[in-house]
Nanobody
Framework: QVQLVESGGGLAQAGGSLKLSCAASGSIFSINSMGWYRQAPGKQRDLVAVITTGGSVNYADSVKGRFTISRDNAKNTVYLQMNSLKPEDTAVYYC???????????????WGQGTQVTVSS
């Protein structure tokens, strides 16, 4: 059993900042990539940012220069620092992780429950 729990969502004004956290817990041997996705009302769930175990990062074009993804491997936690927020960033943000649960390389994918981010104008 593995759980991903997000926190840090809420309401912000345009131009403001929020920091999201996602902590993985349970039967975990190691975690490969971790990422953030978002889904706005009536729209598809899309990648926001992803970070590998080695620290390589990839961002959606819409958030480059404004959002920063990072991770703390000792805490099995990934963060998303969101600056210069825009109303278009309003969405439910979901944490995602590829988890190795045994000493054999067996990879499982997990999703968090999501956290609402609302940006007002």
């Amino acid at each position: 059993q593995v759980q991903l729990v997000e926190s840090g969502g809420g309401l912000a004004q345009a131009g403001g900042s929020l920091k999201l956290s996602c902590a993985a817990s349970g039967s975990i041997f190691s975690i490969n990539s971790m990422g953030w996705y978002r889904q706005a009302p009536g729209k598809q769930r899309d990648l926001v940012a992803v970070i590998t175990t080695g620290g390589s990062v990839n961002y959606a074009d819409s958030v480059k220069g404004r959002f920063t993804i990072s991770r703390d491997n000792a805490k099995n936690t990934v963060y998303l620092q969101m600056n210069s927020l825009k109303p278009e960033d309003t969405a439910v943000y979901y944490c995602n992780a590829d988890v190795v649960r045994t000493y054999a390389y067996i990879l499982y994918n997990y999703w968090g429950q999501g956290t609402q981010v609302t940006v007002s104008s």
